[in-house]
């Protein structure tokens, strides 16, 4: 039972647009969600996050939507740029499993020149 | 910043071998963790430790073990490695609290020959 879905295992983009991930979670205890970003050969890298008592967070060009009744959340990159091309990780947490989160299988976004 | 040190980014081993990762953060975080990375799978949780000396299984501890003897220095133990092991090996940990970001090692890809 995956907990966690992103349901694209691919995006391309062009350059200037809007990149837009989306994930699935089926747990209604996550109350925490998280997005990672990873380039070949490094670790994940936390982007950005959200709590269950929001609907919205930005941080710059990276803003995470989260629509608790539908239980997804969406990470929206505007404008997208060539640098933003890696491989991003959903991530759900609830605050009673000892800081353990689920990770989704990851989207692997490519913004083209 | 927080640095998360995986003592080995590829290493090679036979079948039947015990294997050792290692990996050592700087941030006296609580929780460590390891994980596996294998294509469309995303990322899988095998072990987990909240406290020295203190772990717990994650989703796919079979074959697996793991030691916490210091604060700073959380190992996988492979016992006999297999082909199936063949993987790339994933640390990160937390400190403690509701945020939960994790902050991950750079990988050691691991091929069992």
């Known amino acids: 039972d995956q907990q966690v879905k992103q349901n694209s295992p691919s995006l391309s983009v062009q350059e200037g647009r809007i990149s837009i991930l989306n994930c699935d979670y089926t747990?209604?205890?996550?109350?925490?969600f998280l997005w990672y970003k990873k380039y070949p050969a490094e670790g994940p890298t936390f982007l950005i996050s959200i709590s269950s008592i929001k609907d919205k967070n930005e941080d710059g060009r990276f803003t995470v939507f989260l629509n608790k009744s539908a239980k997804h959340l969406s990470l929206h990159i505007v404008p997208s740029q060539p640098g933003d091309s890696a491989v991003y990780f959903c991530a759900a947490s609830d605050a009673n499993n000892a800081g353990k989160s689920t990770f989704g299988d990851g989207t692997t976004l490519t913004v083209k020149p | 910043d927080v640095k998360v040190t995986q003592s080995s980014r590829y290493l090679v081993k036979r079948t039947g071998e015990k294997v050792f990762l290692e990996c050592v953060q700087d941030m006296d975080h609580e929780n460590m963790f390891w994980y596996r990375q294998d294509p469309g799978l995303g990322l899988r949780l095998i072990y987990f430790?909240?406290?020295?000396?203190?772990?717990e299984k994650g989703d796919i501890p079979e074959g697996y073990s793991v030691s916490r003897e210091k604060k700073e220095r959380f190992s996988l133990i492979l016992e006999s490695a297999s082909t199936n092991q063949t993987s790339m090996y994933l640390c990160?940990?937390?400190?403690?609290?509701?945020?939960?970001?994790?902050?991950f090692g750079a990988g050691t890809r691991l091929s069992v020959l």
């Open positions: 747990n209604s205890m996550f109350d925490y």
């Open positions: 990160a940990s937390k400190a403690g609290g509701l945020k939960n970001i994790q902050y």
């Open positions: 430790s909240y406290d020295v000396k203190m772990k």
